[in-house]
């Protein structure tokens, strides 16, 4: 099945920094999206982004499907985007999760 | 938008027991429901693929017997953890597609431990 891999596994920031998180995928894929999962568990939907690049006020995603990697930037980070950030690729209908980058902003 | 509502979002259990988690799509119609467990600090694992209407398709290694799932209609899906164990507690979430707004959308999740 296809790979997926996310790096760094772990950040921290001090609150105000901005940070980049990858996801490589092994093989072409329908979709990916980002995810932010907080300390509860809840999974939140960042961006849905097969290709090209979206931008929702603080966080910003690209995804170049050609090279197999996509990108989601953070800026201006705050305490509340603590928690796992996991990128998932879809193909042939099921979803593949990445390990997730946890990430710690501090005050 | 999507809503996919998943209840109970915390669950404690005896040993022995059966623990049934249900999913719906509050705004849509799922005809396909995803089941997901994380385990802690690791990343979720697909067990299951309901639709509504035919029998469940279950990930490799995962006991069909032990995790019943049901998509009862087109808007709820459940799963039934039956004679769980503490090796069954865990993070159980549902997803389901959302092509109009695009991607998956999923549910809160439920934290099942048992004891």
């Known amino acids: 099945g296809i790979q997926v891999e996310q790096s760094p596994p772990d950040l921290i920031l001090q609150e105000g920094a901005n940070s980049t998180l990858r996801c490589n995928f092994s093989d072409s894929v329908n979709n990916l999206q980002w995810f932010h999962q907080n300390p509860w568990g809840q999974l939140i939907n960042l961006f849905y982004?097969?290709?090209g690049t979206k931008q929702n006020g603080r966080l910003s995603a690209t995804t170049v499907a050609t090279e197999r990697y996509s990108l989601l930037y953070i800026s201006s980070s705050q305490t509340t985007d603590s928690g796992v950030y996991f990128c998932?690729?879809?193909?042939?209908?099921?979803?593949?999760f990445g390990d997730g980058t946890t990430l710690t902003v501090k005050p | 938008g999507a809503v996919v509502s998943q209840h109970p979002s915390r669950v404690i259990c005896k040993s022995g027991t059966s623990v049934k988690i249900e999913c719906r799509s509050l705004?849509?119609?799922?005809?396909?429901m995803f089941w997901y467990r994380q385990f802690p600090k690791q990343s979720l694992m697909l067990m299951a693929t309901s639709n509504e209407g035919s029998k469940a398709t279950y990930e490799q290694g995962v006991e069909k017997d032990k995790f019943l799932i049901n998509h009862a209609s087109l808007t709820l899906s459940t799963l039934t953890v039956t004679s769980a164990h503490p090796e069954d507690s865990s993070f159980y979430i549902c997803?389901?597609?959302?092509?109009?707004?695009?991607?998956?959308?999923f549910g809160s999740g439920t934290r099942l431990t048992v004891v």
């Open positions: 997803s389901a597609p959302t092509r109009w707004i695009g991607g998956y959308t």
């Open positions: 998932a690729v879809v193909d042939a209908g099921k979803s593949t």
């Open positions: 982004i097969p290709s």
């Open positions: 705004d849509f119609q799922a005809t396909t």
